[in-house]
């Protein structure tokens, strides 16, 4: 099979979906790539690079989709909301498509790519869980995103981040309190203890304290709390308004005494909930820095703006969105590491498998004979022309496909 590899086309986006360094591992497999001409460059892989580990360099955007069987891309249509709707005419009846689709977002875009005909898979909705972790590129990618919020508050905060005893006297420690300690949220932590602050975190999910502890950060610990707090995989629940009001007063002196605050606190397809509010700002010091790694769905400041920075009383709030791609070699690397995992997963010869119960043997490199596989039916999001992913369609309000037993999560 043939694994095609297009340039990104969503403005600013630097990444490519495949680093040079897979390609021996996917041929091992019976996985042969093509790539767009120049589409590492950004990342700083060139295309001699692609060559040397055995992928073809085709100059044509068009006969990339044309000849793959399977197209792997970062941002999708549906990630990519500027640009992404150009690629739907490449695609083509039963073409496997693999990246960020942003599956949760809008059942429109998500419909026109099932319109095409092809097979769609989210790597957003990859689960948490031991086996999926190698494939698991939301994780990795928020990785990338909270060591790098870390930088930009450094950058912007007009003191040091470390304690600093010299002739001159002594340089106290910067403070930065991370609310939501996710992925992102807990390298946020672990970045910024490397780098010498004082490191306080507060989530609304029990289980958050011994992780946050572990990096050597102070937990915070409201009285307020939170029904449900943790779904099954992993994710923070969405809370009642009372919820969010009790613990925006709990939280405001702890904001107001940060000097870096950085807000990481996501729902899965639902609007960030508000913590720090315009109040809790104007009570920070002049020149402290906000960094809302939420901001792509509203954010956790009241006052961020996407893809923005906002001085609010000398407050300086950053609202930037896709971190990930400001780090585009190592971004990349992390994200073809995913992938290929992803894809020798789904298509990877390995023969003598069998299902379980049944005594045939079948190869793994036909997913569709495989969609009880948790990993593949959970982020199999179109195919056939239908959007089939049972959480997408409850999620939208669509009725249940009729006999999809495993189709669908």
């Known amino acids: 099979m043939i694994v095609g590899v297009p340039r990104e ?86 073409q496997v498509l693999i990246g960020f689709l942003r599956p949760l977002g809008a059942l429109e875009t998500i419909q026109e790519i099932a319109a095409t005909g092809a097979t769609a898979f989210s790597v957003e909705l990859m689960p948490r869980t031991t086996r999926a972790q190698s494939m698991d590129a ?127 606190a996501v729902v899965p397809g639902k609007k960030s909930p508000v913590l720090v509010t315009r109040e809790m700002v104007q009570h920070m010091a002049p020149g402290s820095v906000i960094v809302d790694l939420a901001a792509e769905r509203g954010g956790n400041c009241e006052v961020t703006k996407t893809g923005e920075l906002v001085i609010e009383h000398g407050v300086s709030v950053y609202g930037w969105i896709n971190l990930a791609s400001s780090v585009p070699n190592h971004a990349s690397q992390m994200y073809a590491r995913n992938i290929s995992a992803f894809l020798v997963h789904l298509f990877g010869e390995k023969s003598g498998e069998k299902t379980a119960g049944s005594g045939e043997e079948k190869t793994r490199g036909d997913f569709r004979n495989r969609l009880d596989d948790e990993i593949i039916r959970s982020t199999l999001v179109a195919q056939g022309g239908e959007v089939v992913n049972s959480r997408v369609r409850e999620f939208f309000g669509l009725a249940a496909l009729a006999g999809e037993g495993g189709k669908s999560q």
């Open 138 to 264: 939301l994780s990795a990618m928020g990785t990338i995103a909270g060591y790098k919020a870390v930088l930009i508050a450094a950058d912007a905060l007009p003191r040091i981040f470390p304690m600093l005893t010299t002739a001159a006297g002594t340089l106290m420690p910067a403070r930065l309190l991370v609310i939501g300690t996710g992925v992102a949220g807990l390298q946020a932590i672990a970045t910024a203890r490397r780098l010498g602050a004082v490191t306080s975190a507060y989530d609304i999910r029990p289980a958050a304290k011994e992780q946050v502890q572990s990096l050597g950060g102070r937990f915070v610990e409201l009285p307020v709390e939170a029904q449900d707090a943790e779904d099954a995989g992993g994710y923070a629940r969405a809370q009642g308004e009372d919820f969010y009001r009790r613990q925006r007063e709990l939280l405001g002196k702890v904001v107001a005494e940060s000097d870096v605050v950085i807000t990481a």
């Open 9 to 94: 086309i969503s403005p600013g986006e630097r990444r490519v979906a495949l680093a040079p360094a897979v390609i021996p591992a996917l041929a091992k497999a019976g996985l042969e790539v093509v790539v767009e001409a120049g589409a590492g460059a950004m990342a700083g892989y060139p295309d001699a690079d692609y060559v040397a580990k055995g992928a073809k360099i085709v100059t044509q955007r068009d006969e990339i989709f044309r000849t793959a069987d399977i197209i792997v891309q970062v941002l999708c249509h549906g990630a990519n909301v500027k640009s992404g709707k150009n690629d739907l005419s490449l695609l083509r009846r039963d």
